[in-house]
Each structure stands twice: as structure tokens, then as C-alpha cells.
């Protein structure tokens, strides 16, 4: 075992260094910038609010749901979603490594962003759901799959009083698209966009229960990271994150978009032991 968080200022000749590590199990990717906001605030006044509500506050509202109506509504909806299910869609891997032993690589390409924000005006549909429907369909080619079901996460933040507080609210959630013979492409958007919905409305339910009960897995992990960490300031300076990473593969295949400055990124990640760059 060790600490929950470090932290450790190093310099250059030229740059100032504020390294932070956390368990994830305390901190999400939201929680950067809500720390660096406090951060801030302590660094140019001297002191920082004080959170109102607190991780430990929302694990007993948890702990108080459980068995609830909410909760119940919530477990019958990913029994109606799973109601086919036979098994989460896989990627058909080209090389036969060992996966415990492969390391993570990634495969980069970028979008303008103006001509998807465009396109999602126009079609008022989101980003988040344009790039599920994306996934949903080039899975769907690879596994040679009608029904597809893979996994995504939500900020988990939908209780107002969470949005200023510190730990680990993002949930894993379950995704599905069944192919219908008539959709046009809009059509398959909004069904992936209702698919998400439908999934974050019922995130009360854990996923835990739902891997158990139905053996779902996440073999393809799909985030949308756009405008999760903001940019930073500090004295009047521009701080620029830096992620470091170990190298080990949290999941076959994750497809994430985020931000960048060549505009939009698609981060293909993989496990090198069970696909190439090729592929």
C-alpha cells in the first residue's frame, strides 16, 4: 500500500515543475481542475474555499440509494438494454501475443474542429455522440457484428452538489447499438446519442453488478474527453499538463477524444501484444 496523492515541485533552467500523482480511486480527471482551481485561489490569495460537499458525503448518499426507487429503475433499464446481450463485442486482435504481457501503444489522427462543431450545429447533435456513433460503426465492420456493446464512461457528476467536490465520480457504463436495416446516418447518430443517455440516466446502478450479472466486459472502452481539463494559470502563466504514463494497457482497445492543438484528437490506444499499428 501506498499514499493516496504525492506531490513534488522540480525545475529546469527554464521550467517549473508541479508534479501530482493520485489513486484513482480519490481522483478523476474533472477533479484536475477543480484542484488546480483551489490550487490557484491559495496561491494568489492565500487561502481556498472550502469544500461544501465532500467524496466521503457522496458515498453515503450512495450507500442511502442502494435498494431505492432510483436504483431500481435504473437496474431495469440495462435488463431491458441487455436483453439480448451474449457477450460484449470484440476487436478480432491480428497478433496471437499473450495480452498480460503487451504494452499500451497509440495511433493518433486529428479533425478540424470547427468543421465537426459546424456539422453538429447544423445537425444538432453533439460531438460526444458523433464520435459513439463512429465507434459504434467501425467495431461494428471489424467484429463483422449487427448488435454491438461496448463500454464508456460518464463524469458521473449529474447531482449538482458533486461538481464542486474532489474524488472519483466517473462510472463505467455499458453501451449498445442494434442496426436498424432503414437508418440513415442521423438516425444511427441519435441512436448512439440515445444509447449514452439512456446509460448516464441510469448510472446509479454499478457496473460492477452489471459485469457480474451479465459478464459484461470492456474489451472496447470509448471516452470523450472534450474540455475535461481547462487551461491553467498560475501568477499569469500558462501551465501546460503533462500525463505520464506507466505504459500498461488498461484495456484491449480505447478509443478517446480530446482536445489538442492541431484541433480534435482520436487516440486510438491498444495492447501491442494483440494488434499492430497496421491493423
Given at each position: 500500500?501506498?499514499?493516496?496523492?504525492?506531490?513534488?515541485?522540480?525545475?529546469?533552467a527554464d521550467t517549473v515543475y508541479f508534479m501530482m500523482d493520485f489513486h484513482h480511486i480519490v481522483f478523476d480527471g474533472f477533479s484536475v481542475n477543480l484542484f488546480m482551481d483551489s490550487v490557484k485561489q491559495a496561491y494568489e490569495s492565500g487561502k481556498a474555499d472550502k469544500e461544501e460537499y465532500a467524496y466521503f458525503d457522496y458515498a453515503l448518499d450512495e450507500e442511502e440509494a442502494a435498494g431505492g426507487?432510483?436504483?431500481?429503475?435504473?437496474?431495469?433499464?440495462?435488463?431491458?438494454?441487455?436483453?439480448?446481450?451474449?457477450?460484449?463485442?470484440?476487436?478480432?486482435?491480428?497478433?496471437?501475443?499473450?495480452?498480460?504481457?503487451?504494452?499500451?501503444?497509440?495511433?493518433?489522427?486529428?479533425?478540424?474542429?470547427?468543421?465537426?462543431?459546424?456539422?453538429?450545429?447544423?445537425?444538432?447533435?453533439?460531438?460526444?455522440?458523433?464520435?459513439?456513433?463512429?465507434?459504434?460503426?467501425?467495431?461494428?465492420?471489424?467484429?463483422?457484428?449487427?448488435?454491438?456493446?461496448?463500454?464508456?464512461?460518464?463524469?458521473?457528476?449529474?447531482?449538482?452538489?458533486?461538481?464542486?467536490?474532489?474524488?472519483?465520480?466517473?462510472?463505467?457504463?455499458?453501451?449498445?447499438?442494434?442496426?436498424?436495416?432503414?437508418?440513415?446516418?442521423?438516425?444511427?447518430?441519435?441512436?448512439?446519442?440515445?444509447?449514452?443517455?439512456?446509460?448516464?440516466?441510469?448510472?446509479?446502478?454499478?457496473?460492477?453488478?452489471?459485469?457480474?450479472?451479465?459478464?459484461?466486459?470492456?474489451?472496447?472502452?470509448?471516452?470523450?474527453?472534450?474540455?475535461?481539463?481547462?487551461?491553467?494559470?498560475?501568477?499569469?502563466?500558462?501551465?501546460?499538463?503533462?500525463?505520464?504514463?506507466?505504459?500498461?494497457?488498461?484495456?484491449?482497445?480505447?478509443?478517446?477524444?480530446?482536445?489538442?492543438?492541431?484541433?480534435?484528437?482520436?487516440?486510438?490506444?491498444?495492447?501491442?501484444?494483440?494488434?499492430?499499428?497496421?491493423?
Open positions: 500500500t501506498g499514499p493516496l496523492y504525492r506531490f513534488e515541485i522540480g525545475r529546469d426507487e432510483e436504483y431500481a429503475r435504473s437496474e431495469q433499464y440495462f435488463k431491458e438494454l441487455l436483453s439480448d446481450f451474449e457477450s460484449t463485442t470484440e476487436v478480432p486482435n491480428d497478433i496471437s501475443g499473450k495480452a498480460e504481457e503487451g504494452a499500451s501503444a497509440t495511433v493518433w489522427e486529428y479533425i478540424d474542429r470547427e468543421t465537426v462543431e459546424s456539422f453538429c450545429k447544423e445537425n444538432r447533435i453533439t460531438p460526444s455522440s458523433l464520435f459513439l456513433a463512429s465507434t459504434f460503426y467501425t467495431v461494428s465492420r471489424f467484429a463483422n457484428a449487427r448488435d454491438v456493446y461496448i463500454t464508456t464512461i460518464s463524469n458521473g457528476r449529474s447531482n449538482s452538489k458533486t461538481r464542486g467536490a474532489v474524488g472519483m465520480f466517473v462510472r463505467t457504463l455499458p453501451v449498445a447499438m442494434r442496426r436498424k436495416d432503414a437508418s440513415s446516418v442521423l438516425d444511427y447518430i441519435r441512436d448512439s446519442s440515445d444509447s449514452m443517455n439512456g446509460s448516464i440516466a441510469s448510472e446509479l446502478y454499478p457496473f460492477t453488478e452489471i459485469a457480474k450479472k451479465y459478464g459484461y466486459g470492456t474489451d472496447v472502452m470509448y471516452e470523450c474527453q472534450l474540455g475535461v481539463v481547462s487551461e491553467i494559470t498560475l501568477g499569469g502563466n500558462v501551465a501546460r499538463n503533462i500525463e505520464l504514463d506507466d505504459g500498461t494497457p488498461k484495456f484491449k482497445l480505447k478509443v478517446a477524444v480530446m482536445d489538442s492543438e492541431k484541433g480534435i484528437g482520436i487516440c486510438v490506444e491498444y495492447n501491442d501484444a494483440l494488434y499492430s499499428e497496421k491493423y
